[in-house]
């Protein structure tokens, strides 16, 4: 939720066109923008993987029964207890692997080494099988061994170099098998050239896949961006404020943590436009939130401009005195900006108002409440004189607080 991090995110997400590869960059520079990618590429190929794995373990089953009774080819005797643990001791497992990987939360994060690690054996185990049956003289030699080429590369929602990686295991181990088991020269180079054409037609449809996937999620974060961003400061925006403050309210609820809300006003500030102009003003607006980004450190905390020359800050779980320093800190680095403003009453210089509240949310509290109160406390800054921090820690059972005037010194 902070907003300080994503400031590396909004300058690279300002050139996102598919035309270029400037925006795919940003996913090296940015390990967190690669991570959320990744994650969202993997859920968002998770149902189809499901299926896929569904359907191979269904058809694994239905072979592996067939054999048994004999209702296809025969296999020999001596071969088909090899077969049987081959797919339902080996393959058997590894597609187990692949739904757990896909189904289970916990393992998204792992899933591409996981599944890259489950569809290697998966396809030894069937390019075993297929040279097996080829000694034996069986004609669909090689056939299970694209249906399992296609499924690992196409379906399961690999990155393009993890598909790189498996297709070339892959191709290593069915030629490695076809020698062990002496499949015939002539069997082995053309099923060879056919499995070679086929990791290499998936290859390369898996990295167009991705590389479209990428250019997809790098303008849907750019497009969020500009919704939930202030164009002026980079901030989040009045909507985006209301969105996050309504959740870090009902997880601070959850986990019983105080929640401290800061309104920044800067002193003076029509004044300033009158006498400087607008294009002025505008940086100062900028200068001051670069100041309150800065405060926001803590993974739930985050800043946002809420409308004009006003700006809120969200901390939370913060002690007392860690949030009043805060305040403080955020006053004393505005006014040692040291910007001139020579229409001021106050210090001669750009200096903010800030009126805080902090609250621990329960079910007598509510964030409009919490909202009002550091409203008021900065209205009573300004009462008192601007360029100063009214702190309003409101009590956990009562309905009122008690003021804390921190004056500045000038």
């Avoid at 295991?169 to 030629?175: A, G, K």
Wanted: glycine share 6%; charged share 20%.
């Amino acid at each position: 939720m902070r907003a300080q991090p994503h400031s590396e995110l909004r300058e690279g997400l300002t050139v996102p066109g598919s035309h270029s590869a400037t925006g795919l960059e940003m996913f090296r520079k940015i390990p967190a923008l690669e991570n959320h990618f990744r994650l969202a590429y993997t859920n968002n190929n998770a149902a189809g993987a499901l299926i896929a794995t569904a359907i191979c373990l269904a058809l694994i089953a239905l072979v592996t029964a067939a054999d048994v009774f004999d209702l296809l080819a025969p296999v020999p005797p001596e071969t088909l207890n090899i077969v049987v643990f081959l797919r339902l001791g080996i393959a058997g497992p590894a597609l187990v692997a692949i739904l757990l990987a896909v189904e289970v939360k916990g393992l998204r994060r792992y899933y591409q080494p996981i599944v890259a690690c489950a569809a290697v054996t998966l396809g030894a185990s069937v390019m075993t099988i297929s040279a097996i049956t080829a000694t034996a003289g069986q004609l669909q030699f090689q056939m299970g061994d694209v249906l399992v080429v296609c499924y690992t590369c196409l379906f399961l929602g690999l990155l393009g170099h993890v598909v790189t990686i498996v297709a070339s295991v892959l191709v290593v181990v069915f030629f490695g098998v076809g020698i062990l088991f002496d499949v015939p020269a002539d069997a082995l180079i053309f099923a060879g050239s056919v499995i070679v054409a086929t990791c290499l037609m998936t290859v390369i449809f898996a990295h167009r896949v991705e590389r479209l996937s990428r250019m997809s999620f790098l303008e849907n974060r750019f497009l969020n961006e500009i919704a939930e961003r202030d164009p002026l400061t980079g901030l989040y925006n009045r909507r985006k404020f209301d969105e996050l403050a309504r959740l870090v309210w009902g997880q601070a609820r959850r986990d019983a943590e105080r929640l401290h809300l800061l309104f920044i006003d800067i002193d003076r500030f029509k004044r300033y436009n009158d006498v400087s102009g607008h294009q002025a003003g505008d940086q100062v607006i900028r200068q001051v939130a670069r100041v309150i980004d800065r405060a926001a450190r803590r993974p739930l905390d985050f800043c946002a401009r809420y409308g004009g020359e006003e700006f809120v800050l969200v901390l939370y779980g913060a002690k007392s005195t860690e949030y009043c320093s805060i305040a403080e800190k955020i006053r004393a680095a505005v006014q040692q900006e040291a910007i001139p403003h020579p229409a001021s009453d106050v210090a001669g210089v750009i200096t903010v108002s800030i009126g805080s509240a902090a609250v621990k949310p329960n079910a007598s509290r509510t964030l409009s409440g919490l909202i009002q109160q550091a409203d008021e406390s900065l209205y009573a800054a300004k009462q008192a004189g601007r360029n100063l921090v009214v702190h309003e820690d409101v009590d956990e059972f009562g309905d009122t607080g008690n003021f804390e005037v921190r004056r500045a010194v000038r």
